[in-house]
């Protein structure tokens, strides 16, 4: 499948995850060097409202779905995929009222699992507010292929 169809079936699919849509993740860019979503800052998703820091549940859910992006844009045919891992280290708060952007590449791809880095910055990849590497099964469909 060429790569503008590939991406264009990506972003569909991603528009429609039921956790990017009820947190307002927005679609960035969709490319084979990696992926980019914004969390747009909304007061539903604080979780302290004396700070006005955005929950880490939050930026959890938006790094794992910009890493399944990560790999649905290096996968030759669609295929379902789940997390089998993903590990985070929060660096610091994210400021009030800024969104949260994050990129993930997909560096590595096996038969069966797929390996990805992911970061959640509001300013510059460089100032990060999180670390995210994951792994996900490739074409998780129960029964015979």
């Known amino acids: 499948m ?14 429609h995850v039921p956790q990017n849509v009820a947190l307002g993740i927005r679609i960035v860019n969709i490319t084979t ?6 969390l ?5 998703l604080v979780g302290n409202p004396d700070t006005g820091v955005i929950h880490g549940g939050a930026i959890t859910t938006l790094l794992d779905g910009i890493s399944g992006c ?28 800024k969104s949260v952007f994050a990129h993930a590449v997909c560096y590595h ?7 990805t880095r992911a970061v959640a910055y509001q300013d510059s990849l460089e100032h990060p507010i999180a670390n995210a590497v994951g792994t996900f099964m490739l074409d998780t469909k129960r029964g015979p292929k």
């Open 109 to 115: 791809m096996s038969k069966n699992v797929a390996f």
């Open 70 to 97: 990560a790999v649905f844009a290096l996968v030759e045919k669609m295929m379902p995929i789940a997390t089998l891992d993903l590990r985070i280290d929060y660096l610091r708060p994210a400021e009030p009222h």
């Open 40 to 44: 747009p800052y909304a007061d539903f």
């Open 2 to 15: 060429p790569d503008a169809q590939r991406f264009a079936l990506v972003a569909t699919f991603a528009k």
């Open 33 to 38: 060097d990696g992926c980019t979503f914004e």
